[in-house]
C-alpha cells in the first residue's frame, strides 16, 4: 500500500512539474520603488503570472484607460469579463507581448466578430 501511496505521489509530482505550472506574484513585484507600475510595460507574462484578483485590477484599470480615450462613460460588465477571459488565454499563449499591443490584437479580434468596424 504504501508503495501505491508512493507512485501516486510521484506522478503527481511529476505531472506538475511537467505542466509548466509556475507560482503566482504579486503585481508588485513590477513596481518601482515609489510602488508605481509602468502599464505601458508590462507584459503578458507578467499578467498571466500574476493572481487573479491582480489580473482584474490590471484589466478594470485597462478598460478605463481605453474607455476614457474613446470619451466613453459606461462599461458593460459582460463583455469587460469576456475581453479579460481573451486576453488572459491569449497573454498566455504569447508571453512575450506587452499586455497593450494583446489588448490591441484581442479587442480587433472581438470588433470582427462582432461586426463592428473603426472609423
Given at each position: ?95 512575450q507581448l506587452r499586455i497593450i499591443q ?18
Amino acid at each position: 500500500m504504501r508503495k501505491i501511496f508512493i507512485s501516486i505521489v510521484m506522478g503527481a509530482a511529476m505531472m506538475t512539474v511537467n505542466s509548466g505550472a509556475k507560482a503566482q506574484v504579486d503585481l508588485s513585484t513590477y513596481a518601482d520603488p515609489e510602488g508605481f507600475l509602468d502599464i505601458q510595460a508590462l507584459t503578458c507574462a507578467q499578467l498571466a503570472g500574476t493572481w487573479q484578483d491582480q489580473a482584474d485590477l490590471l484589466s478594470s484599470w485597462y478598460s478605463g484607460w481605453y474607455n476614457g480615450l474613446a470619451k466613453r462613460h459606461y462599461m458593460d460588465i459582460r463583455k469587460g469579463k469576456e475581453a479579460e477571459h481573451e486576453l488572459i488565454v491569449y497573454c498566455k499563449a504569447n508571453p512575450q507581448l506587452r499586455i497593450i499591443q494583446a489588448i490591441d490584437i484581442v479587442f480587433k479580434s472581438m470588433r470582427e466578430r462582432a461586426g463592428i468596424k473603426l472609423q
